[in-house]
Nanobody, 115 residues
Framework: QLQLVESGGGLVQPGGSLRLSCAASGDSLDYYAIGWFLQAPGKEREGVSCISSSGGSTKHADSVKGRFTISRDNAKNTVYLQMNSLKPEDTGIYYC????????WGQGTQVTVSS
């Protein structure tokens, strides 16, 4: 069964950068599109970025366009989210998601943007 583990979160000052990783085990990510989601404090979980199975197509929420980049390394069975120019409103728990016949979520990684 597919398992996803996010990492790379932490505390960063506004304007700083982080790179999140979503590592998969139990199955190959090669055939799946992957999404990153943010659950900000007191808010619903919402989509941030997604990438096609080949990596040839990506989409980003308007709030992160030009600041976040999603990428994948299928050889490492891992998807990344490079986050630059971070803002306090980027604070929350970041999750990766795979949807096949089932939906798989990781446990999340906390990102806090604060001075």
């Amino acid at each position: 069964q597919l398992q996803l583990v996010e990492s790379g979160g932490g505390l960063v000052q506004p304007g700083g950068s982080l790179r999140l990783s979503c590592a998969a085990s139990g199955d190959s990510l090669d055939y799946y599109a992957i999404g990153w989601f943010l659950q900000a404090p007191g808010k619903e979980r919402e989509g941030v970025s997604c990438i096609s199975s080949s990596g040839g197509s990506t989409k980003h929420a308007d709030s992160v366009k030009g600041r976040f980049t999603i990428s994948r390394d299928n050889a490492k069975n891992t998807v990344y989210l490079q986050m630059n120019s971070l803002k306090p409103e980027d604070t929350g728990i970041y999750y990766c998601k795979v949807q096949s016949s089932d939906v798989y979520w990781g446990q999340g990684t906390q990102v806090t943007v604060s001075s």
